[in-house]
């Protein structure tokens, strides 16, 4: 089963955590960064809308790594995937609002994956604490 996680630099534990499995998010995030490549799956197309007429910056969301270290690229990966957390908390919040507004189509492109709205709200929540202790956040997956 995909699953995200989420690590702070300095690393401490985070009293929020995924309240459920976090597949919905990996596979959001992936389709989100293969939108860039022509992929028509429907989490694409939602991330495309969410760009377009929310004009949400999905940067920060995009912003991940493989936890798989296979070959010395993979660690550099890994390095570059740290950001700051103040970004991905909006980016998450901004994305909620969208889901949270009604948008038939977005409501439509996101209807196979019932979790993803919550996942992102908990991710918000997460990015958040850590922003407020100055703590880089990296999201990181797992197949």
Known sequence: MPTLYVELDPPE???YAFAGDTADLVYFLSFAFSARYGSTHELSQASLLL????KIDLGPLLTF????VEEPI???ELERAWQDAAPLTECCRQVVAAFDSGHAG????TAGFP???????????????A?????R???TYSL
Not at 51 to 54: A, M, N, P, S, T
Not at 106 to 109: D, G, I, K, S, V
């Open 13 to 15: 534990p985070c009293p």
């Open 51 to 54: 760009r377009g007429e929310f």
């Open 65 to 68: 790594a493989d936890r798989e």
């Open 74 to 76: 993979d660690e550099r």
């Open 106 to 109: 977005l409501r439509e492109l």
């Open 115 to 129: 979790a993803l709205r919550d996942r992102l709200e908990e991710l918000a929540r997460m990015a958040e604490w």
């Open 131 to 135: 922003a407020e202790r100055g703590a």
């Open 137 to 139: 956040v990296r999201l």
